[in-house]
């Protein structure tokens, strides 16, 4: 096994394009990946987006017409998409994510914004909620102030010394449990194309997700150098010599796979 071992070693040592294609290729390739699908984390989003308005709120209504007029995103306003048709659009790759503008402003304790994400540009989504929420405050500040104050106002039904004392006491709570349904965004909410994926999925980044990706590909093809050698060696005899000797399949098979 020892001798299997540093006889691939050398052989490995003395090709030096073998070398390149074992230690700098692959992470060229990776380095190439994570270039190109790390964009969504960069300043400039360069993410595509679906937009579908379903209010009548004309706050709201401004506020999609200001999202279309936006530099920062490319956003496309399809006025006669369903709720489904934009979903598919999403899953099929024709945008990188798509955000649905739905519900009124007097109402509390709704979403007004849902976000399509797919597992595999989770990014994406999660960048747009990001740019949603600042484009919210600078554009619409209004918006923000509005729904805090309903919620307050259901919280504590006023602002008395002793709702003041209670509402001190809900906010310790909610510092508590993090997790409690009033600490959650109520203004933007994320729906996965697939319904509710697995963590496993929905989980991963892009970074990992090409990471993994990129290893099992070199490392298949690290495995297929050990099988050439295997049969070179098996149709020059060298195989039938060794086997005379005290070594066996296995102890040849497992030098090799030690090496790899």
């Given at each position: 096994?020892?001798?299997?071992?540093?006889?691939?070693?050398?052989?490995?040592?003395?090709?030096?394009?073998?070398?390149?294609?074992?230690?700098?290729?692959?992470?060229?390739?990776?380095?190439?990946?994570?270039?190109?699908?790390?964009?969504?984390?960069?300043?400039?989003?360069?993410?595509?987006?679906?937009?579908?308005?379903?209010?009548?709120?004309p706050v709201l209504?401004?506020?999609?017409?200001?999202?279309?007029?936006?530099?920062?995103?490319?956003?496309?306003?399809?006025?006669?998409?369903?709720?489904?048709?934009?979903?598919?659009?999403?899953?099929?790759?024709?945008?990188?994510?798509?955000?649905?503008?739905?519900?009124?402003?007097?109402?509390?304790?709704?979403?007004?914004?849902?976000?399509?994400?797919?597992?595999?540009?989770?990014?994406?989504?999660?960048?747009?909620q990001g740019w949603?929420?600042?484009?919210?405050?600078?554009?619409?500040?209004?918006?923000?102030?509005?729904?805090?104050?309903?919620?307050?106002?259901?919280?504590?039904?006023?602002?008395?010394?002793?709702?003041?004392?209670?509402?001190?006491?809900?906010?310790?709570?909610?510092?508590?449990?993090?997790?409690?349904?009033?600490?959650?965004?109520?203004?933007?909410?994320?729906?996965?194309?697939?319904?509710?994926?697995?963590?496993?999925?929905?989980?991963?980044?892009?970074?990992?997700?090409?990471?993994?990706?990129?290893?099992?590909?070199?490392?298949?093809?690290?495995?297929?150098?050990?099988?050439?050698?295997?049969?070179?060696?098996?149709?020059?005899?060298?195989?039938?010599?060794?086997?005379?000797?005290?070594?066996?399949?296995?102890?040849?098979?497992?030098?090799?796979?030690?090496?790899?």
């Amino acid at each position: 096994m020892r001798a299997i071992f540093w006889v691939m070693a050398l052989g490995l040592w003395r090709d030096r394009g073998a070398l390149l294609l074992a230690f700098a290729l692959p992470s060229l390739v990776f380095t190439i990946f994570a270039s190109i699908f790390s964009g969504a984390t960069e300043g400039d989003l360069h993410l595509r987006v679906g937009l579908v308005v379903e209010t009548e709120d004309p706050v709201l209504q401004d506020f999609a017409q200001y999202l279309t007029q936006t530099e920062d995103v490319e956003i496309t306003a399809l006025p006669d998409t369903s709720r489904a048709q934009l979903l598919e659009q999403v899953r099929q790759g024709n945008f990188d994510t798509a955000v649905i503008i739905h519900g009124q402003l007097d109402t509390s304790n709704s979403p007004l914004f849902t976000i399509i994400s797919e597992p595999t540009r989770e990014l994406a989504a999660l960048s747009l909620q990001g740019w949603l929420r600042q484009s919210l405050a600078s554009e619409q500040p209004q918006v923000l102030v509005q729904r805090l104050a309903q919620s307050t106002e259901a919280l504590v039904d006023g602002f008395s010394p002793e709702q003041q004392a209670r509402l001190d006491a809900a906010l310790g709570a909610m510092a508590r449990e993090p997790d409690n349904a009033a600490a959650e965004d109520s203004l933007i909410e994320l729906q996965p194309v697939y319904g509710q994926t697995p963590a496993s999925i929905s989980g991963l980044s892009g970074i990992a997700y090409y990471a993994g990706a990129t290893t099992i590909l070199f490392l298949l093809l690290s495995a297929v150098n050990a099988g050439m050698v295997s049969l070179e060696e098996r149709q020059n005899g060298i195989s039938e010599r060794l086997l005379l000797s005290k070594a066996a399949h296995s102890r040849l098979l497992l030098g090799r796979f030690l090496f790899c």
